[in-house]
């Protein structure tokens, strides 16, 4: 009979881990990757040890293949051992050796400082949602360092960078408009182009933002640009990005970061591609975006309603029409309901005097439609 645990599993060869859930078996365990892979570990090829700072993750690694599972589930010890496998009888002697040591200097008050810093219980009983709001106790700098090495990594994939300074400097004067508004101002927003037909713009941790050319040759207006920044600034400044990579992390990079192991951190930002396709954020986020970046227009003196006329726009084109994928839509779905709340929230924000951008918009088409 097998029993199911969940578990988490990284790869040596790095990169974030993958969420996985493990039946413990006679021959060792099945895992099965919440990405669809299988793998078996058998009990002969396993090296069990024990983690975390109370010693309550059981790491079980493979020998041959050098990738190892996280548990920290109750029981999940017991039912390794409940096959009375030989060898793993001696790990498992091992673990729980390491588990009284560390007991018995918790008990001495080694550690306990740690503990209360974070929090009675939360390395038990944390829950993605309390891992997320602890990610955003993190100093502001970490924002800025994830997204600076995603930007490395995604500048590969993304396509040239336009230096077209019409381009340039509309994306800039909006930015400009906008930022003394933003909820928060320790961010620095930096903004380019990007050469694709792509109609999408995302925004990263810390607030490097990248706007394709598609998006600027769909958009009928100035200001519905402005409204899709103010959206993605949003973003940054609510840190949308820091905590849904920690959200989606899980309890072993709970544990690290907890710890304070900065490297781990800097793991997050493998996520790189999720930002780019707008996967990254959850519902909640994008409706929190949508929200307050029409707070962030309407304190700007700029169209509030600019957001849902540019959603409208988009709906009014099926996906085929468009150059290349409508991706900034299709990662952000259930739009009519958006527009709704968009114009809703339009309604009732304080509004600046309206001031209109000033642009050459028929220049920045004609370079944005080349
Ligand atoms: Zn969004």
Redesign the pocket.
Known sequence: MAEGFAASVTFPEGGLPVWADLDVGPEGLRIRLRDGREAHLRYDDMDVDAAGLDAEVVVCRSRSEGYAVQCSVPGFAQALGSHGHPSIAEHLGAVDQKVREHRRRRRAGVGVAALLVLGCGILFWYTPDILAATATSLPLSVDEQIGDSTMDDLEEQLGPRMDDPTIQAFLDRTIARLEPHASERAFRFRIHAVDSDEVNAFALPGGQMVVMRGLLAEAGDPEEVAGVLA??MA?VTERHGIRSAAHGAGRWLALTILIGDDSALLGLAGEAASYAN?SA?SRE??SE?DAEGVRLMAASGLDPRALARFFERLKQRSGSELTGMANWLSS?PEHDERIAHVNEVAARVPAAPRQPLQVDWAAVQAAARR
Do not use: D
């Open positions: 959206h993605e973003h707008g954020y986020s994008e975006a952000h």
